[in-house]
T-cell receptor
Framework: GAVVSQHPSWVICKSGTSVKIECRSL??????MFWYRQFPKQSLMLMAT?????????EQGVEKDKFLINHASLTLSTLTVTSAHPEDSSFYIC?????????FGPGTRLTVL | AQTVTQSQPEMSVQEAETVTLSCTYD???????LFWYKQPPSRQMILVIR??????QNATENRFSVNFQKAAKSFSLKISDSQLGDAAMYFC?????????????FGTGTRLQVTL
């Protein structure tokens, strides 16, 4: 199947700093990319949906000014957590869809001290 | 809004035995996809099986098969000849048929343990 990469796989940062997570579709062009958040022992919660070259659509309750999403090309999307706080600590998963299938990245563990 | 319900938080099966994970969903759509995803301890989401709602035949992938009951809005996953590597969280998911931006709606998951 197609491969979606995420970088970094884990990051530790201080409270108040910003963190950028990259998501790349390695061998296909993604029409749409998705960002999820997953708390321990819970399901995936969709944060936002983005299409290349257009603004992301955020789910209700997700702060768009805190979680900045940029979908610069058909193979790259970034999630920036701005002014991170300990409550933003979580596992973030990106997903990319081609015409038929949706593929998931390996996730990024963010810890905010 | 569509909802997906997995009523079994945890299940256990002995190696080489068969286990069935339950999933029900609610939708007013007639065309949609249903999925089972596996999330092992590595947390990499892996597609196990997919079912198109318009297909009457149940999907099968090697040891994994589904029982799709459209009228009952039920979509269970059967794992035959269970292996230690099948131990994982399993998520049932729904997606509308149309629209490239249509979203996956996940259930709460079932944690499967495989014992010797």
């Amino acid at each position: 199947g197609a491969v979606v990469s995420q970088h970094p796989s884990w990051v530790i940062c201080k409270s108040g700093t910003s963190v950028k997570i990259e998501c790349r579709s390695l061998d296909f062009q993604a029409t749409t990319m998705f960002w999820y958040r997953q708390f321990p022992k819970q399901s995936l919660m969709l944060m936002a949906t983005s299409n290349e070259g257009s603004k992301a659509t955020y789910e209700q309750g997700v702060e768009k000014d805190k979680f900045l999403i940029n979908h610069a090309s058909l193979t790259l999307s970034t999630l920036t957590v701005t002014s991170a706080h300990p409550e933003d600590s979580s596992f973030y998963i990106c997903s990319a869809r081609d015409v038929y299938e949706q593929f998931f990245g390996p996730g990024t563990r963010l810890t905010v001290l | 809004a569509q909802t997906v319900t997995q009523s079994q938080p945890e299940m256990s099966v002995q190696e080489a035995e068969t286990v069935t994970l339950s999933c029900t969903y609610d939708t007013s759509e007639s065309d949609y996809y249903l999925f089972w995803y596996k999330q092992p301890p590595s947390r990499q989401m892996i597609l196990v099986i997919r079912q198109e709602a318009y297909k009457q035949q149940n999907a099968t992938e090697n040891r994994f098969s589904v029982n799709f009951q459209k009228a009952a809005k039920s979509f269970s996953l059967k794992i035959s000849d269970s292996q230690l590597g099948d131990a994982a969280m399993y998520f049932c998911a729904y997606r509308r048929y149309t629209g490239t931006a249509s979203k996956l709606t996940f259930g709460t998951g079932t944690r499967l343990q495989v014992t010797l």
